[in-house]
């Protein structure tokens, strides 16, 4: 999509990190801009960064993950905005621990936010961008969609799912003129790690993450630049980070042996825990 200008573009996961850094990013272009989240206070401060850019912004509280909220989203953002074009479904979270340690509780807080969270913003909103003659929708996946990490088991799965049915959407719905891009970050500066310490076993090993991404990871702007670039080429994924890059590569490289040094440094870490 190449003009953006009084474009509407909705963005879950926008009150924090990836979302706002979307929303400052195509507000600058001349979006108008939906905001959905669940935390309120953190749509009202990116709502009140995006003031004074002229274009029309709106406020939804909800999960993604509740399938009749998201039904009944697409009409409330029609009746705001009066067409809906672009939909961001960015809204994620992670846990940080083993697989042995994920209940099944786990396993369905990230699912359905990571991966029903997708589902519903691509199937509830494809009638409205249908509506239009053109649309984009973009889905944020990760590095961790090209090959699974240890202690991101659900995270992994979500983020590999969403990566092939991205490609799926991208076929199919190119003949509507419907662009779909999958977003493939590797560590980003946002808050996903601090917000999953809550919900990870090992909070010591989740802080040392947290702080490597702090001091390595590339900004949610850097990240929406890129983005901005893909949906105006409708380039089918963005990577995002040399980290993002390296894996990829060297999963396609060595698809088997990639997982070796993984396998080392987990087993490495059980002993150790055993030892404390
Ligand atoms: N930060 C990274 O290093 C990184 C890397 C790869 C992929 N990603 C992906 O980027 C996306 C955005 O994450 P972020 O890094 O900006 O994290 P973040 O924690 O800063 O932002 C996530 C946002 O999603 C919202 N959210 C959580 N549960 C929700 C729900 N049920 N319904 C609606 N909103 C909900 C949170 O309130 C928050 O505002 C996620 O899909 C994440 O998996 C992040």
Redesign the pocket.
Known sequence: MKNLKDKVAVI????????RALAQAFAAEGCHIAL????EA?LRETQQQLAGQGVRTSIHV????DRERMAALPAEVEQTHGAIHLVFN?????VNKSFEDHTMGDFDFVLG??LY?VLYGCHYFLPYLKKQGEGHIIN?S???GFLGFPNQSAYSLT?AAVKAFSETLRVELAYYNIGVTSIH????R???LN?ALAKSGDDEDTRKMAAL?DRF?RS?EHLARKVLKAVKANRMRVLVGPDAYLFEFFKRLFPVWIHVPFRIAFAKAMQQKQLD
């Open positions: 879950t996961g926008a009150g924090s990190g990836i979302g959905v989240d669940i935390n953190g909800g999960s993604v993950a960015n809204a994620g979270v992670t936010i990571n969270g944020t990760s590095m961790a983020k970050p590797g560590a980003i946002t808050n996903i917000a991404v990871g949610p």
